[in-house]
């Protein structure tokens, strides 16, 4: 079983990842999907689906003569209320998927996690019908800059703690700069018509956006202490800087890729 670094059995912080994930970046995707032209009698593939917020959107557009397969890794958080939607526990790298069956496969911020990422992305590849899309929403995690913040060493404490967890990241074969390579391992694996379009805005301390970190930095605090990434002081003074306003940070570009499958 692929290894991530965000355990999905970890309820309360999955559940706080997934709503900020959705707050912020569905739009991104929805618009991405509506500009592929998501239409009636799809069949569609949502790997990883989180909380089920993107296979419901699909599962209204593709209509009851179209089918939404939500897959996840622990699907115990993906909450579904269409008819149209099948939730599925599997293994992107491990597990087969039909061939040549879906119109359109999407995946965010799953194959960043991966270490047989392109194992993956070959078998998404095989599951797409001719002329079918795969849309893979990535981030570039290596861009976060603090764009204000009460003064210099605050700047430093976030910038610590959010990095401990990009290297979590690395540290179990993931690419936390995965977003920058989709676009070339989408062409190398045979696709066409590759497009790519990027999200960053300002998150300000105190808002839901901004609670991605602290769900990120709770749910791995052991580790970071553990391995040295942080102290357990500095994870304490990092959640305390996330609920003050004079804290802004750019968020997570999200680096929309995708193209389409010929033969």
């Known amino acids: ?14 559940a706080n990842r997934f709503a900020a994930l959705e707050h912020r970046y569905d739009p991104v995707t929805i618009d991405q999907l509506t500009e592929l032209g998501v239409d009636a009698g799809w069949r569609c593939l949502e790997v990883g689906a989180g909380g089920g917020s993107i296979a419901n959107w699909l599962a209204e557009h593709v209509g009851p003569a179209g089918s939404v397969l939500a897959t996840d890794i622990d699907p115990a958080l993906v909450r579904v209320d269409r008819p149209n939607v099948r939730v599925q526990r599997h293994d992107i790298v491990a597990d087969e998927l039909p061939a040549g069956h879906f119109d359109l496969v999407h995946a965010r911020l799953v194959l960043l996690h991966l270490r047989d990422r392109l194992t993956a992305l070959d078998n998404i590849v095989r599951a797409l019908k001719s002329g079918g899309w795969l849309l893979l929403d990535e981030f570039d995690c290596s861009y976060l800059p603090v764009l204000a913040a009460p003064d210099e060493a605050a700047a430093e404490l976030f910038t610590k703690v959010s990095g401990g967890v990009h290297r979590l990241v690395d540290d179990r074969g993931g690419d936390q700069r995965w977003g920058l390579h ?82």
């Open 1 to 14: 079983m692929t290894a991530y670094v965000f355990d999905n059995s970890q309820t309360v912080p999955t």
């Open 182 to 263: 989709a676009f070339a391992a989408m062409r190398a694996a045979g696709l066409v018509d590759c497009g790519m379009r990027g999200f960053s805005e300002s998150w300000i301390g105190g808002t839901p956006a901004i609670g991605l970190h602290r769900a990120n930095a709770v749910q791995v605090r052991g580790e970071l202490v553990a391995k040295g990434y942080a102290t357990d002081a500095a994870i304490e003074a990092f959640l305390v800087l996330l609920d003050n306003p004079e804290l802004a940070v750019a968020s997570y570009p999200l680096l929309s890729t995708w193209g389409r499958r010929l033969g």
